[in-house]
């Protein structure tokens, strides 16, 4: 209610005055207030990572300047910041904990549950409203995608000590398998409506699936 209209009005008047682009003092500015509102979260026992949240919700809705940080930004955190998240999800990942049979048969009701929630209820879903078999089949592949929300969500929950690090890797495993297995199966069911440059746009929206995903 106070923080977003100043927000705003400073970046409106940052873009109309740089000619519609960021000026790296204004980026500098807006990565500080991102750390700030992160620390402020995280003291407060929430998660840092709703802190980051707030402060995109708070400028979300400004396309200009979302298309400009997307420029400027976005390239040093996907090939900088986004591995170095994996790689430290990686490290906390330990298979070996999944050395039985018992432990593996969870695993695979791990990932038959959390297909069927979100796959399922997708496929439902869409077939309810009308869609063809083939494109509900697409829609619930594009949904079944977890990555990276599932990723933070689930580093969320074993920092805070609800999910034991057995559990933890079993979601891991749960969210690459959902992840990887979207483009060839979009690819497969899409494979009668497939044009020059398709594949592109298929890895595109798999993508966004990802990092959008709930």
């Known amino acids: 209610l106070v923080a977003r209209p100043l927000a705003r009005r400073a970046v409106g008047r940052t873009l109309a005055k740089n000619g519609g682009k960021l000026s790296n ?3 500098g500015v807006i990565l500080i207030g991102l750390f700030v509102s992160a620390a402020i979260t995280s003291n407060l026992g929430v998660f840092a990572i709703i802190g980051g949240f707030v402060v995109g919700v708070m400028l ?11 420029e400027r930004v976005a390239p040093t955190v996907t090939t900088l910041l986004l591995p170095i998240f994996f790689a430290y999800t990686g490290l906390r990942t ?6 039985s049979a018992q432990q593996w048969l969870s ?7 959390a297909f069927a929630g979100k ?8 077939r309810l409203v009308g869609e063809s078999r083939r494109s509900a089949l697409t829609i619930g592949t594009c949904m079944n995608t977890r990555a990276l929300m599932e990723l933070i ?6 920092d805070l000590g609800v999910l034991p690090r057995s559990m933890f890797t079993k979601l891991v495993i749960m969210a690459i398998a959902s992840t990887f297995m979207a483009t060839p199966l979009i690819r497969w069911l899409m494979r009668a409506e497939r044009r020059p440059g398709m ?6 929206e798999v993508s966004s699936c ?3 995903s709930p």
């Open 25 to 27: 003092a204004a980026i």
């Open 60 to 70: 979300h809705d400004d396309r200009a300047f979302v298309a400009e940080w997307k």
């Open 94 to 99: 330990d298979v070996g904990l999944l050395g």
């Open 107 to 113: 695993c695979a009701l791990v990932c038959l549950v």
């Open 119 to 126: 796959f399922g209820g997708a496929y439902v879903g869409a």
């Open 153 to 158: 969500a689930i580093n969320i929950g074993y």
């Open 199 to 204: 594949l592109e746009a298929t890895r595109s």
């Open 210 to 212: 990802a990092a959008s």
